[in-house]
């Protein structure tokens, strides 16, 4: 998505006009979930997927026509190989793709799109809503907790529905809106700037996660190491609470040079209660971190909340390996909150 803004803003900012697709529905089994985008210009360059394949060929081949005539509408594919209307896909479901026409001389859009980019080097949640109750006459806006940008929202739509339950779309005051997340405030504080960590935090950042790495070593909180990650603390693990207030929508990947490290960082982030804690480590590390935890004072259901080893059980080996499993891991706890 941060690339797919920039490239909007910057193609608009050029003259050319943009058409956005956009999965707003998904039924069965689909290549991509509703929330997928792409968008395409007249000369056939494109940014951004929806799940390759047959639906994003035949989308890519109406869009210089849509873009002539500059026109907005939904498009609904069959995913069924029996299906006559279909793609002769096997997948067997169905989804409904929003091809919506953005003007380069709409000034509107331009201060939309620039302002949608801009949100990636600012550490807020946002979210795109888009009016789609007449299809050829979109309005989107996007917003935060304190802005709203774009086209005007009924002031009674509350917070919440920002994060609609059971689907993407809502209704209020009888129309339809297509609503998703755009940018979150939520990191991942990575305790330990080894080698792991170099390999993890890169794959990290570039699946939209803000991450911050501390260590109490100079050669390791180094900056040089991170380029991605969005702050490099040199610092004591035993005061984590000086640099980071951690809060229940973060995630902490603790993996320092030694037990008593890891056991301070892990006491530490068990009190503060993140969404997800992960600690890389051997059958008997875990053992004795477990074991002095519990001397702590804190509880067999607390420990147990822990992902240790940290990771998917890939048979992972090398650092860039156990960094994609730990990944696969937050993208996991990512999708289920």
Known sequence: ?????RSV??????????????????????????GARM????????????????????????APQALRDKKSFVLAFALSPDDQDGLGMVCGGA??????????????????????AALFLRN??????T?????ANWHM?????????????????????????????????????????LTSAEKVFVFGGGHVSQELVPLLSHIGFSCFVLDNLPEFANRGLFPTAQGVILGD????ANFFDITEKDYVVVMTRGHSHDLSVQAQALRAKPRYIGVIGSKSKIAYVSQKLREQGFSQEEIDTVHTPIGIAIKADTPAEIAISIAAELILARANK
């Open 1 to 5: 998505m941060k690339k797919l803004m």
């Open 9 to 34: 803003a910057e193609w608009l900012n050029l003259g050319k006009d943009v058409l956005l697709a956009t999965i707003i529905e998904d039924f069965g089994s689909a290549p991509r979930g509703a």
């Open 39 to 62: 968008a395409i210009i007249e000369d056939g360059s494109f940014v951004g997927t929806i799940g390759g394949g047959a639906v994003e060929y035949r989308v890519q081949q109406i």
């Open 95 to 116: 989804v409904s793709v929003y091809l919506q026409y953005v003007s380069a001389s709409d000034e509107s859009a331009k201060e939309l799109f620039a302002f949608g």
């Open 124 to 129: 807020v949640d946002s979210w795109i809503i």
């Open 131 to 135: 009016d789609i109750t007449d299809e």
């Open 141 to 181: 806006t996007i917003v935060t907790a304190d802005e709203r940008i774009g086209s005007p929202l009924p002031e009674d739509i509350p917070h919440t529905v920002y994060i609609p339950n059971g689907g993407p779309q809502f209704e209020h005051a009888g129309k339809t809106y297509y609503v998703e997340c």
């Open 237 to 240: 693990f035993d005061n984590i």
